[in-house]
């Protein structure tokens, strides 16, 4: 087949897939399996071969992450039992005050908080964040809401272990322990300088309180049946059903018989695994070959030994009823994670098999610094497309997977510079831009600019963070 007809086959397979979600609101999971056995068949795979090799990448893919993701997101939903977010919120907030909370609050989002599901950290810390927002200064309500919305979606991403990260990672077959510290170089300056901007708009008339706020009806709304999400409204994102259930969970175990545990001592499990991940990646670096350090810096068994930890601090702290509500609550939750991460793969195997990585390698290997560039555009008109963070991210991390070793460029900024084009233009389209919305009272056209404006700011701040990472590695 023609290198032409293959690039039309595979353009009409991400297009119909798009418009399956978009139009005929088609599960994600579904849409991108059909998208897969199109491309197959469509390009002379044949039937065997192309439900082989959508299996196969499957299988694949979950290989690669799907015990973290799980192991992530269970540590998460236990960690939403005890009372941990809000508490860390209140410590915030006594620590370094309102004014400083934009900041504080985006980089503990963006990072060590990446295993909270975005809906239930924000139902959550709302309340009392909007609250503290007249003491913040001058358009507190629009520096907080942007702030929320900048570290949840650069984190999903960006940070492991953001389910979003971690597909990214796996896709393009970068370590975990690499994608962990060359997203943590990515993430704090893009989300304290995307702030910065948001504020530095603001003070010049940007915001209009008379027209982009308007008064709650309660102090802690909820958001009622809405279908919410980590990222927004699809896999980590729309996978999300019900979760303002489980949000409330760490208020309801208050009533509870409880015991106070110190506030680094609920994180230490999470904070532990994390640095047994980068020291695995440092060790790697470096040549150290220790077989200890190979196994507690395997980011399978440090995830592991978050977990079992966490578990361990919340059977003291709140009791195994509620540990066990937190772990059914995180197996609901991480189900629909796990099947789009694994039809991502599925198109990532279909697309490289079709040939369509020898065609794309030619195109982008005349430039060192262009793809990355193209990649951060791919990712973003599907997310205008789908508004999906997470799906944009894996769908171009699928569609790049089999140029990744032709191009020259370390596949960690390939995974980085996809997740940076995955933020740009958060609209209405994304369930987390109406829960920003009504949860800081704002209007439609508030939420336009903290979310959709804010967002598409951190999402170009990144590209030129990758950018400059490029020059050195």
């Known amino acids: 087949m023609s290198d032409i007809a293959i690039l039309i086959n595979t353009a009409v397979a991400v297009l119909a897939a798009v418009v399956l979600i978009v139009r005929f609101k088609v599960n994600p999971v579904i849409a ?19 439900i082989e090799t959508i299996t196969q990448g499957f299988g694949d893919i979950m290989v690669e992450v799907g015990l973290l993701v799980a192991f992530g997101v269970l540590m998460g939903s ?48 709302a309340p009392l964040a909007r609250r503290m927002a007249p003491k913040i200064g ?12 900048i ?17 990214l990672a796996g ?22 300088i995307s702030v910065a901007i948001m504020s530095f708009f603001f003070d010049r008339g940007f915001w209009k309180a008379e027209s ?34 489980t949000a409330t969970a760490a208020t309801a175990v208050q009533t509870g018989q409880r015991r106070e545990a110190p506030l680094f001592l609920l994180f230490l499990p999470l904070l532990v695994s994390l640095l047994l991940i980068a020291s695995g990646a440092l060790a790697e670096i470096l040549g150290y070959e220790a077989s200890w350090i190979q196994l507690v810096g395997n980011p399978v068994v ?6 079992v930890g966490t ?23 991480s189900g629909q994670i796990l099947l789009l991460t694994g039809v991502g793969g599925s198109l990532a195997a279909t697309v490289s098999t079709a040939g369509l990585g020898d065609i794309m390698g030619q195109f982008f290997s005349a430039s060192t610094v262009a793809p990355l560039v193209v990649v951060w555009g791919i990712a973003a008109l599907l997310h205008i497309a789908v508004g999906s963070v997470t799906l944009s991210g894996i769908t171009a991390a699928s569609l790049l997977a089999p140029i990744a070793p032709s191009l020259g460029i370390d596949p960690v900024l390939i995974a980085l510079a996809a997740g940076s084009g995955a933020l740009f233009m958060v609209h209405v389209t994304s369930n987390t831009f109406w829960l920003l919305q009504s949860l800081f009272g704002q209007t439609v056209r508030g939420a336009l600019k903290t979310v959709s404006v804010g967002v598409s700011v951190a999402s170009i701040v990144a590209l030129g963070m990758v950018m400059i990472l490029n020059i050195f590695i």
């Open 78 to 125: 236990i960690l939403n039992e005890t009372g941990a977010i809000r508490r860390l919120v209140e410590h915030l907030l006594n620590t370094f005050g309102p004014k400083r909370l934009p900041y504080t609050m985006a980089l503990a989002v963006s990072t060590a908080l990446q295993t909270i599901f975005l809906d239930v950290l924000l139902v959550i810390a």
């Open 151 to 167: 570290a949840g979606e650069v984190g999903i991403v960006l940070m492991v272990p953001g389910v979003g990260a971690v597909a």
């Open 32 to 50: 991108l399996v059909i998208g897969s056995l199109y491309l197959g068949l469509s390009t002379g795979l044949g039937v065997t071969k192309t």
């Open 212 to 245: 982009d706020e308007q008064l709650l009806a309660q102090d802690e709304p909820t958001p009622g049946t809405r279908k919410l999400e980590r990222g927004e409204g699809t896999g980590q994102d729309a996978a999300r059903t019900g979760n303002a259930g």
């Open 171 to 192: 896709m393009l077959e970068v370590p975990l322990g690499k994608m962990l510290i060359f997203g943590l170089l990515v993430v704090v300056p893009t989300v304290l």
């Open 311 to 333: 578990i361990a601090v919340a059977r003291y702290t709140i009791g195994q009823k509620a540990i066990d509500r937190g772990v059914a609550s995180g197996f609901r939750e």
């Open 138 to 149: 001058k358009h507190g309500t629009a520096r907080i809401a942007t702030a929320m919305a």
């Open 302 to 307: 440090a995830l592991l030994i978050g977990l």
